[in-house]
Every structure is written in structure tokens, then in C-alpha cells.
């Protein structure tokens, strides 16, 4: 059965840090893997979708890898501004449509 | 605007009195799901839909039941709901992109339900 971690679970840094989160799967049979961000009490908002045959996607400041065979994809934020505070979360999408969340990694940038 | 809308946003009911959340996209979507997420178990998928008249479990359906008569609408029925399915529940859309692969899932607002 997929698994999905998210780590770390929670993240304090000051404003401009570059920092990475980390998400890692059990099953490599995946058709794609999906960064969201989540304000507290709101809905999803995507961004960033890496397919499969995929490595990398790029958005602005945010960047996000996957490497299927070890079943890990990383979320680099680069930068970081309080605005980025929020919980991040990477769902994977496998066979017969079923997606499966991590836990997510709640981010707070100090001013 | 492209969007997943759901209704109501907020509902507060009691036990056994049945209910149906809605929930409709514009974006002519193939692919619809239903999610719940509680704090400590994160979000997951109760049933998804692969197109109209096609629909299948998730990890947790016990206790909904759902239906695909149209593309653009995915209804969540609980038809005696209970404490445990308080909860904030989502609807999202999907769309399959080149050479079999899924382009992104759009999330609605999202449902939040407390069932006394």
C-alpha cells in the first residue's frame, strides 16, 4: 500500500532563507506527484505537478524535483518571504486514480 | 473563471438526517474525487469518478455514497451521517493530459461539515 512522509512536520526560518521540503513514497509506480500549498482554514492550491517521466518543474521561486526509483521529491523554496508561510503538502496519483496526501510540512518565515 | 465550486460551505446537522454536498466544475473535467481531511490523518480520497457513470472507492467510503449523472457535477451523499464524519471535505478536478499521463488537480473551497 503507498505510503506518503512529509519531513519535516513543521519549519521556522527567517525571511530570504532558501530552504527545502522533502517528500518521500514507498511505491515508485506512480503516474505523478503534485506539491500543494494550504492556508490555514482554506482550500488546496497547486504548484507544482511533476509527471512521471518527468525530474524537475520550476515555478518562480520554487522549484521541485522527483526521483521516482528512490521515491523522493524535493520542494525547494528559494528566498522565502513570510507570504510563504503556510502548510505544504505532495500528494501522489497511481493506478486506478487513487491520490494519496502526505501530512504536510507547516512553514513559518519570521519577518 | 475556471473553478471548482462546492455547496454549502459550511454545514451543521445532526445525526441521521441525511445530506448532499455538491460540487460542479467548468473545467469539462473527466476526473473527479472527493476528499475529507481531519487534523492527524491529513487528507483522503473517499471516491473518484473517471467519468459519468463511472465512479469507485477511495481509501475511507464507508458511510457515502456518490453519483455521476452529468460531467460537470460529482454530488456527495451521506445518507445517515454520523459524529464521526465531522469534517472538511473537498472536490477536485482533473483533466488527462498527453500520452495517458493526468494534468493537475483543481481543489474546490472545500465543505466544512459538523454532524452532532
Known amino acids: 500500500k503507498q505510503e506518503v512522509t512529509q519531513i519535516p512536520a513543521a519549519l521556522s526560518v527567517p525571511e530570504g532563507e532558501n530552504l527545502v521540503l522533502n517528500c518521500s513514497f514507498t511505491d515508485s509506480a506512480i503516474y505523478n506527484l503534485q506539491w500543494f500549498r494550504q492556508d490555514p482554514g482554506k482550500g488546496l492550491t497547486s504548484l507544482l505537478l511533476?509527471?512521471?517521466?518527468?525530474r524537475e518543474q520550476t515555478s518562480g521561486r520554487l522549484n521541485a524535483s522527483l526521483d521516482k526509483s528512490s521515491g523522493r521529491s524535493t520542494l525547494y523554496i528559494a528566498a522565502s518571504q513570510p507570504g510563504d508561510s503556510a502548510t505544504y503538502l505532495c500528494?501522489?496519483?497511481?493506478?486506478?486514480?487513487?491520490?494519496?496526501f502526505g501530512a504536510g510540512t507547516r512553514l513559518f518565515v519570521k519577518a | 473563471e475556471a473553478q471548482v465550486t462546492q455547496n454549502p460551505r459550511y454545514l451543521i446537522t445532526v445525526t441521521g438526517k441525511k445530506l448532499t454536498v455538491t460540487c460542479s466544475q467548468n473545467m469539462n473535467h473527466e476526473y473527479m474525487s472527493w476528499y475529507r481531511q481531519d487534523p492527524g490523518l491529513g487528507l483522503r480520497q473517499i471516491y473518484y469518478?473517471?467519468?459519468?457513470?463511472?465512479?469507485d472507492k477511495g481509501d475511507v467510503p464507508e458511510g457515502y455514497k456518490v453519483s455521476r449523472k452529468e460531467k460537470r457535477n460529482f454530488p456527495l451523499i451521506l445518507e445517515s451521517p454520523s459524529p464521526n464524519q465531522t469534517s472538511l471535505y473537498f472536490c477536485?478536478?482533473?483533466?488527462?493530459?498527453?500520452?495517458?499521463?493526468?494534468?493537475?488537480?483543481?481543489f474546490g473551497p472545500g465543505t466544512r461539515l459538523t454532524v452532532l
Open positions: 469518478s473517471m467519468n459519468v457513470e463511472v465512479t
Open positions: 511533476i509527471q512521471s517521466s518527468q
Open positions: 500528494a501522489v496519483q497511481a493506478g486506478g486514480f487513487k491520490t494519496i
Open positions: 477536485a478536478s482533473q483533466t488527462q493530459g498527453q500520452g495517458g499521463s493526468y494534468n493537475e488537480q483543481f
